[in-house]
């Protein structure tokens, strides 16, 4: 441990070497395979001939040579709904991603030393369907070489993804055959997962031809070297030598060229392309820009950018930014976002720049330690960021004037997942094989925020020693792999060898395991107030403020971290104060400091301080993995906003800082975005004052009129999450009507409804305004009757004045994709007991069953596959039967009546839907594209339903026909999907006039 005080004066900026550095190449090793690829695209196929040779650099020989051919890749039974569940939290239609033909790939031949040589016997691994094994017919040993030729094909498919052909963009990446990984334990083949990159492999020499028709504008892992008409309609190129961890190749006739050039430290000019959609000319410039911001920064860092060029191509894969060799993806989607979102591109841009160093140079076992590419390309980001940007900058630059709504700030960004993994107790370590993660979002935890987390915790231990540490490392692993173990004695070997057993633990806890570390300030006491100004000399003691703080850690791991001070007009933290786990008491002469233990976990720190200080923070830089970060402070700060149209997105985990409360109040715009089992709350406009804590706290006060009953009203909401147990949630409502109904709405003189519920969740939704997919509620309900009164009276029956009802709720809501569902089914039941006023109080029991499916029509048959069938069938029914409780009508039940036709005690619908769609894939954009057109569908509909009282049928069954409206709209391009309804209903067999309706999501 540090035995000083830093005394940080100002903030640090660090000044990129202005004086040129003299080039120093990037280092090769010597063995890599080597690759001449003649490959050619026509249409959608692509031939390749591929001659590759391979030397065995282990000490183990070998009778077989393990060859990555993904695009034999075809998605394992059963995995299809994980997979369309990923697409989905991308916000990408699954259909369009996912593949469910697939084995593209066909090997025609492979040949021993060239096209002329003896054939070779191959066949696919029987575990691991995208591994073909070639039988070699004599061993090749510690030091030789092996070449062999390999032709084949590969299919592209119209799906967006690493191989494939999507509106006029066709792409070939990480598709070509490449050698696997193999060292002195063996072949190391990994799985293809489509959801990630699995990838492992060292680096090639590629040398290649590239034959495509004369209108395409090619971008590629290479420089092009000659270019030759054939005469033919193609041209041929020839490419500059490559070495990278990839070679890819992406074309299109649509695709303008962009470019610019920068200077490197080392006085190296290197150009830089970024083809794309001419309409997308905005972030191709800006896209140019960022990288050119990015390249000398990390070429300080890291060492040289390896390459003369560096491309930035737009293509179709649902996922934001893919890294290639030499180049970078960036989806369609990103070019399409509001200008307004610069601060994401430069984000996600910035972080896929960095790939070409992690990942490309230094390669790394993607299968098992992603954190090794996606930790380090996220910490370095950031690193760059706040260097560039300063601290925690916000991502949406909104117009003059608006600038009160909702942002994204970086930190946000950065931590909320993470922090919704350890609410949720799923925070995985950084460490372990991609099908362990289970999902993205627990890959992203993981490997990205918490791998992230240790690449800051190495730099916070080696001080101003970290860069030249990264540096000397990438310079060795060059165009190598680098492992996480190689990575652990590389530290050690930088530290010292007394080092090991502090490295050891370190990649046990933050690497390997997944405990967490939780500082926290308990108390801060003033012993002595000293002179309110800085002295002569603030820094001797005695002539300051003694100050002294109780923090307390109390989860898995005692991190070792800094105590900040900071002090009237400062922004950083001028005075830090070295902590960690401790036996002994310890002095520092500086500040006159005493750090000793007070208890189990619990440290007392007395320091003499120049100035009173403003706020005192544990870990003020946000290194550690810390399971609260917002009881890291002394003075808890809420983020307090007075905003003249507060809305759903003021309180999500994007807009609220993650660390703090956020209180928001101002006129308010609500509406229900889904139905509770209790009541579903009405849409509203009013006021509400609202706080906020991230996976922790939502709710808060309003005065409002709801639209449904047209009254005013007082409430207050609230949702405590993940709590008492990680999964579960409890909430409440209760409404007060204070006056109303207005405009004619005929309903009893009714004034309360409340509602408590306990909520287990089993399965959470990536969507931001969804119920989750999967979970039951135990609820109480009170709530006086605010249907209004029947139109047809039956005889005997009664309408309920108030009831209060308990009872269990479940659901399961697997339609995906979930804002425009083509496949999934829908439960929903209820049962609840409890009593009701007929007259006198009696005891009800009530049950409610749902049951909705849809389906796309079968494939093969033009237009009419692309229309989605839906049905669901829906009952209800309540003991006592002479009471009034349901009604058959209303926009997500029976669409020809209205609430007030028919009611009764039991009540059956059943519906059926055909979803047309008459626009697809549309582009048009609104508001600077922050709301995107994609797909509208027309929807004929068929409703039938019969409602009872008291044993008797309601007017007998009632049919509806209808038509409506569903527009499936982007929200910010990728960040969130929803379907807006518009339907129109008639009663065929009763006088009732035709009913409109308007909602968000399908009725069902
Ligand atoms: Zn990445």
Same mark, same amino acid.
């Given at each position: 441990?540090?035995?000083?005080?830093?005394?940080?004066?100002?903030?640090?900026?660090?000044?990129?070497?202005?004086?040129?550095?003299?080039?120093?190449?990037?280092?090769?090793?010597? #063995?890599?395979?080597?690759?001449?690829?003649?490959?050619?695209?026509?249409?959608?196929?692509?031939?390749?001939?591929?001659?590759?040779?391979?030397?065995?650099?282990?000490?183990?020989?070998?009778?077989?040579?393990?060859?990555?051919?993904?695009?034999?890749?075809?998605?394992?039974?059963?995995?299809?709904?994980?997979?369309?569940?990923?697409?989905?939290?991308?916000? %990408?239609?699954? $259909?369009?991603?996912?593949?469910?033909?697939?084995?593209?790939?066909?090997?025609?031949?492979?040949?021993?030393?060239?096209?002329?040589?003896?054939?070779?016997?191959?066949?696919?691994?029987?575990?691991?369907?995208?591994?073909?094994?070639?039988?070699?017919?004599?061993?090749?040993?510690?030091?030789?070489?092996?070449?062999?030729?390999?032709?084949?094909?590969?299919?592209?498919?119209?799906?967006?993804?690493? @191989?494939?052909? /999507?509106?006029?963009?066709?792409?070939?990446?990480?598709?070509?055959?490449?050698?696997?990984?193999?060292?002195?334990?063996?072949?190391?083949?990994?799985?293809?997962?489509?959801?990630?990159?699995?990838?492992?492999?060292?680096?090639?020499?590629?040398?290649?031809?590239?034959?495509?028709?004369?209108?395409?504008?090619?971008?590629?892992?290479?420089?092009?070297?000659? $270019?030759?008409?054939?005469?033919?309609?193609?041209?041929?190129?020839?490419?500059?030598?490559?070495?990278?961890?990839?070679?890819?190749?992406?074309?299109?006739?649509?695709?303008?060229?962009?470019?610019?050039?920068?200077?490197?430290?080392?006085?190296?000019?290197?150009?830089?392309?970024?083809?794309?959609?001419?309409?997308?000319?905005?972030?191709?410039?800006?896209?140019?820009?960022?990288?050119?911001?990015?390249?000398?920064?990390?070429?300080?860092?890291?060492?040289?950018?390896?390459?003369?060029?560096?491309?930035?191509?737009?293509?179709?894969?649902?996922?934001?930014?893919?890294?290639?060799?030499?180049?970078?993806?960036?989806?369609?989607?990103?070019?399409?976002?509001?200008?307004?979102?610069?601060?994401?591109?430069?984000? %996600?841009?910035?972080?896929?720049?960095?790939?070409?160093? /992690?990942?490309?140079?230094?390669?790394?076992?993607?299968?098992?330690?992603?954190?090794?590419?996606?930790?380090?390309?996220?910490?370095?980001?950031?690193?760059?960021?706040?260097?560039?940007?300063?601290?925690?900058?916000?991502?949406?630059?909104?117009?003059?004037?608006?600038?009160?709504?909702?942002?994204?700030?970086?930190?946000?960004?950065?931590?909320?997942?993470?922090?919704?993994?350890?609410?949720?107790?799923?925070?995985?370590?950084?460490?372990?094989?991609?099908?362990?993660?289970?999902?993205?979002?627990?890959?992203?935890?993981?490997?990205?925020?918490?791998?992230?987390?240790?690449?800051?915790?190495?730099?916070?231990?080696?001080?101003?020693?970290?860069?030249?540490?990264?540096?000397?490392?990438?310079?060795?692993?060059?165009?190598?792999?680098?492992?996480?173990?190689?990575?652990?004695?590389?530290?050690?070997?930088?530290?010292?060898?007394?080092?090991?057993?502090?490295?050891?633990?370190?990649?046990?806890? /933050?690497?390997?395991?997944?405990?967490?570390?939780?500082?926290?300030?308990?108390?801060?006491?003033?012993?002595?107030?000293? +002179?309110?100004?800085?002295?002569?000399?603030?820094?001797?003691?005695?002539? #300051?403020?003694?100050?002294?703080?109780?923090?307390?850690?109390?989860?898995?791991?005692?991190?070792?971290? $800094?105590?900040?001070?900071?002090?009237?007009?400062?922004?950083?933290?001028?005075?830090?104060?070295?902590?960690?786990?401790?036996?002994?008491?310890?002095?520092?002469?500086?500040?006159?400091?005493?750090?000793?233990?007070?208890?189990?976990?619990?440290?007392?720190?007395?320091?003499?301080?120049?100035?009173?200080?403003?706020?005192?923070?544990?870990?003020?830089?946000?290194?550690?993995?810390?399971?609260?970060?917002?009881?890291?402070?002394?003075?808890?700060?809420?983020?307090?906003?007075?905003?003249?149209?507060?809305?759903?997105?003021?309180?999500?985990?994007?807009?609220?800082?993650?660390?703090?409360?956020?209180?928001?109040?101002?006129?308010?715009?609500?509406?229900?975005?889904?139905?509770?089992? @209790?009541?579903?709350?009405?849409?509203?406009?009013?006021?509400?004052?609202?706080?906020?804590?991230?996976?922790?706290?939502?709710?808060?006060?309003?005065?409002?009129?709801?639209?449904?009953?047209?009254?005013?009203?007082?409430?207050?909401?609230?949702?405590?999450?993940?709590?008492?147990?990680?999964?579960?949630?409890?909430?409440?409502?209760?409404?007060?009507?204070?006056?109303?109904?207005?405009?004619?709405?005929?309903?009893?003189?009714?004034?309360?409804?409340?509602?408590?519920?306990?909520?287990?969740?089993?399965?959470?939704?990536?969507?931001?305004?969804?119920?989750?997919?999967?979970?039951?509620?135990?609820?109480?309900?009170?709530?006086?009757?605010?249907?209004?009164?029947?139109?047809?009276?039956?005889?005997?029956?009664?309408?309920?004045?108030?009831? @209060?009802?308990?009872?269990?709720?479940?659901?399961?809501?697997?339609?995906? +994709?979930? @804002?425009?569902?083509?496949?999934?089914?829908?439960?929903?039941?209820?049962?609840?007991?409890?009593?009701?006023?007929?007259?006198?109080?009696?005891?009800?029991?009530?049950?409610?069953?749902?049951?909705?499916?849809?389906?796309?029509?079968?494939?093969?048959?033009?237009?009419?596959?692309?229309?989605?069938?839906?049905?669901?069938?829906?009952?209800?029914?309540?003991?006592?039967?002479?009471?009034?409780?349901?009604?058959?009508?209303?926009?997500?039940?029976?669409?020809?009546?209205?609430?007030?036709?028919?009611?009764?005690?039991?009540?059956?619908?059943?519906?059926?839907?055909?979803?047309?769609?008459?626009?697809?894939?549309?582009?048009?954009?609104?508001?600077?594209?922050?709301?995107?057109?994609?797909?509208?569908?027309?929807?004929?509909?068929?409703?039938?339903?019969?409602?009872?009282?008291?044993?008797?049928?309601?007017?007998?069954?009632?049919?509806?026909?209808?038509?409506?409206?569903?527009?499936?709209?982007?929200?910010?391009?990728?960040?969130?999907?929803?379907?807006?309804?518009?339907?129109?209903?008639?009663?065929?067999?009763?006088?009732?006039?035709?009913?409109?309706?308007?909602?968000?999501?399908?009725?069902?």
């Amino acid at each position: 441990m540090p035995a000083a005080i830093r005394f940080v004066l100002g903030l640090c900026v660090l000044a990129l070497a202005t004086t040129v550095v003299r080039a120093e190449p990037v280092p090769v090793p010597t #063995g890599l395979p080597k690759y001449q690829v003649d490959l050619e695209i026509a249409g959608n196929i692509v031939t390749f001939r591929e001659t590759v040779t391979w030397t065995n650099l282990s000490k183990r020989p070998t009778d077989t040579v393990q060859i990555n051919f993904y695009p034999n890749f075809q998605i394992p039974k059963g995995d299809y709904l994980l997979l369309a569940k990923t697409l989905e939290l991308l916000r %990408l239609n699954p $259909e369009y991603g996912i593949d469910v033909k697939g084995r593209h790939g066909k090997i025609k031949r492979v040949n021993m030393g060239s096209p002329e040589g003896d054939l070779l016997a191959y066949h696919y691994s029987q575990s691991n369907p995208t591994t073909l094994i070639l039988e070699l017919p004599k061993t090749v040993a510690a030091g030789e070489s092996v070449t062999l030729f390999m032709e084949g094909t590969i299919c592209l498919a119209n799906k967006q993804g690493r @191989w494939g052909h /999507w509106q006029g963009i066709t792409y070939v990446s990480n598709a070509l055959p490449v050698v696997a990984f193999y060292d002195d334990d063996g072949w190391h083949d990994t799985q293809f997962i489509p959801w990630h990159q699995p990838f492992w492999n060292e680096a090639g020499v590629y040398n290649a031809t590239l034959t495509l028709a004369k209108d395409q504008v090619l971008a590629c892992s290479a420089a092009v070297k000659t $270019e030759l008409d054939l005469g033919d309609g193609r041209k041929r190129y020839t490419m500059q030598p490559f070495v990278g961890r990839d070679f890819a190749v992406v074309c299109s006739a649509l695709y303008k060229e962009f470019r610019s050039t920068v200077k490197l430290p080392d006085g190296r000019e290197v150009t830089l392309k970024c083809v794309a959609y001419a309409k997308h000319e905005f972030y191709a410039r800006e896209i140019l820009q960022i990288v050119a911001d990015a390249l000398p920064v990390y070429s300080a860092w890291f060492g040289p950018f390896p390459y003369d060029q560096f491309t930035i191509a737009e293509s179709f894969f649902g996922w934001n930014g893919n890294e290639l060799g030499g180049m970078i993806l960036i989806d369609e989607r990103v070019f399409d976002m509001p200008h307004l979102a610069r601060g994401y591109v430069e984000y %996600l841009v910035s972080h896929e720049t960095c790939h070409q160093w /992690w990942y490309n140079q230094v390669g790394t076992n993607g299968y098992s330690e992603t954190f090794m590419d996606e930790g380090a390309a996220t910490y370095f980001t950031h690193r760059l960021l706040n260097q560039k940007r300063g601290k925690n900058n916000p991502l949406l630059n909104w117009p003059d004037g608006l600038d009160w709504l909702p942002n994204i700030y970086r930190d946000t960004y950065r931590n909320a997942s993470l922090h919704g993994a350890i609410r949720r107790n799923d925070a995985p370590p950084a460490a372990g094989d991609l099908p362990e993660f289970g999902h993205l979002i627990n890959l992203f935890s993981g490997a990205y925020d918490r791998g992230s987390k240790v690449f800051g915790m190495i730099e916070s231990r080696l001080g101003a020693e970290f860069l030249p540490f990264i540096k000397q490392l990438v310079r060795k692993y060059s165009f190598r792999v680098l492992s996480a173990k190689q990575f652990k004695a590389e530290l050690t070997a930088f530290v010292g060898k007394d080092s090991a057993g502090n490295w050891d633990e370190f990649f046990g806890r /933050w690497v390997y395991g997944r405990g967490l570390t939780d500082w926290r300030v308990d108390s801060v006491r003033m012993i002595d107030q000293g +002179p309110r100004h800085r002295g002569s000399d603030p820094m001797s003691a005695g002539s #300051g403020v003694r100050v002294e703080v109780i923090v307390s850690q109390d989860r898995e791991f005692d991190e070792p971290t $800094e105590l900040g001070f900071r002090f009237v007009g400062d922004v950083g933290y001028q005075v830090r104060v070295p902590i960690g786990p401790m036996n002994q008491p310890q002095q520092m002469v500086e500040g006159n400091c005493e750090i000793e233990p007070a208890g189990p976990k619990k440290l007392r720190v007395r320091v003499t301080l120049p100035a009173r200080p403003t706020q005192i923070t544990v870990d003020p830089d946000q290194i550690l993995v810390d399971a609260n970060p917002g009881n890291n402070f002394w003075k808890i700060q809420p983020k307090i906003s007075v905003v003249p149209l507060y809305t759903l997105l003021n309180d999500t985990d994007l807009t609220a800082d993650y660390d703090r409360w956020n209180l928001t109040a101002g006129p308010w715009v609500w509406g229900a975005s889904y139905q509770d089992p @209790w009541y579903t709350r009405s849409t509203m406009l009013g006021l509400r004052a609202g706080a906020y804590r991230t996976q922790t706290f939502s709710g808060g006060v309003y005065s409002a009129f709801r639209t449904d009953y047209r009254d005013l009203i007082v409430g207050v909401d609230g949702l405590i999450d993940h709590w008492p147990l990680p999964k579960t949630q409890v909430g409440f409502n209760y409404e007060y009507r204070l006056a109303g109904p207005f405009f004619g709405n005929r309903g009893e003189d009714t004034q309360h409804r409340a509602t408590v519920f306990g909520r287990y969740v089993f399965q959470y939704i990536s969507s931001l305004y969804l119920a989750p997919m999967n979970y039951i509620d135990a609820y109480s309900t009170y709530q006086d009757n605010f249907l209004p009164f029947a139109e047809t009276a039956t005889p005997g029956s009664i309408r309920p004045a108030e009831q @209060w009802l308990t009872g269990l709720h479940y659901r399961l809501n697997l339609y995906t +994709p979930y @804002w425009d569902p083509d496949r999934g089914v829908w439960v929903d039941v209820s049962a609840v007991g409890g009593t009701a006023n007929l007259g006198p109080q009696v005891e009800t029991y009530q049950g409610r069953g749902e049951f909705a499916i849809v389906r796309k029509l079968p494939e093969g048959h033009g237009y009419l596959s692309k229309i989605r069938a839906a049905g669901r069938i829906l009952t209800q029914g309540a003991f006592p039967d002479n009471g009034l409780f349901f009604t058959l009508g209303g926009s997500t039940q029976f669409r020809g009546f209205d609430l007030a036709e028919r009611q009764g005690s039991f009540l059956w619908i059943a519906n059926a839907e055909l979803r047309m769609p008459i626009i697809r894939d549309s582009q048009r954009n609104f508001l600077d594209s922050t709301v995107g057109l994609r797909n509208v569908n027309v929807a004929a509909f068929y409703d039938v339903g019969n409602i009872y009282a008291n044993g008797q049928s309601v007017g007998g069954a009632a049919h509806a026909l209808g038509l409506g409206l569903r527009v499936d709209i982007a929200i910010f391009s990728f960040i969130e999907r929803a379907t807006l309804r518009f339907d129109a209903a008639k009663t065929v067999n009763a006088a009732s006039p035709i009913q409109f309706w308007f909602g968000i999501q399908n009725a069902f």
